[in-house]
């Protein structure tokens, strides 16, 4: 995605290979939370809603508030803005994005978190455990959803009607679980 949200937090400077002074403004770029994701076979166009900047909820209307809940918002967002994509189906309402172009899927490590934690209470408990596998390594293709829903810790650059370049990203969930497998699950 070639859009994020940001705003104006002042001036400075810098120098170039010469020293001749440039004057520069400094930007916050995100994060940006997606809100609203609309699809072509649902809205008739593809298009993510993103939120900028935290505020308390008794800052925002009603309307608001209620659309932002809707979207399992904990933390409400002051600034919101749709961004026309010709392919949304590497977002998923709640992803996190940053300048960076990297995949932040926080909710993903929280819901994995509390399922290794479950394995962890059971052990403790005395219930044998041979192991724990999540649903999929790279993100597959779901038989009645295609490509819509993603649940890997590797994505792909990809949708049904589009193989696109099919190239791997790895999502945070990726490394988060990687330490959790290194760590044989203590660090969680």
């Given at each position: 995605m070639k859009a994020i949200i940001g705003k104006k937090?002042?001036?400075s400077q810098i120098f170039d290979e010469n020293g001749k002074v440039i004057p520069v403004t400094v930007i916050e770029a995100g994060p940006c939370t997606v809100v609203q994701k609309k699809t072509a076979e649902k809205d008739g166009?593809?298009?993510?809603q993103l939120g900028f900047?935290?505020?308390p909820e008794r800052k925002l209307t009603k309307p608001e508030v209620g659309h932002q809940k809707k979207a399992g918002m904990t933390e409400f967002k002051k600034v919101l803005k749709e961004f026309r994509l010709d392919d949304c189906s590497k977002y998923e309402v709640g992803d996190e994005l940053t300048a960076?172009?990297?995949?932040?899927?926080?909710?993903?490590?929280?819901?994995?978190?509390?399922?290794?934690?479950?394995?962890?209470?059971a052990i403790g408990d005395g219930v044998e455990v041979m192991g724990y596998c999540p649903w999929s390594v790279m993100d597959l293709l779901s038989s009645h959803q295609g490509f819509r829903k993603r649940y890997g810790f590797i994505y792909v650059n990809r949708t049904d009607s589009d193989l696109k370049d099919l190239a791997r990203i790895r999502k945070d969930s990726f490394y988060w679980?990687?330490?959790?497998?290194?760590?044989?699950?203590?660090?969680?």
């Open positions: 937090v002042g001036m166009y593809e298009a993510v900047q935290t505020i960076d172009g990297r995949v932040h899927d926080d909710y993903r490590i929280d819901y994995l978190r509390q399922h290794v934690q479950a394995i962890a209470d679980y990687q330490k959790v497998i290194k760590t044989n699950g203590e660090c969680l």
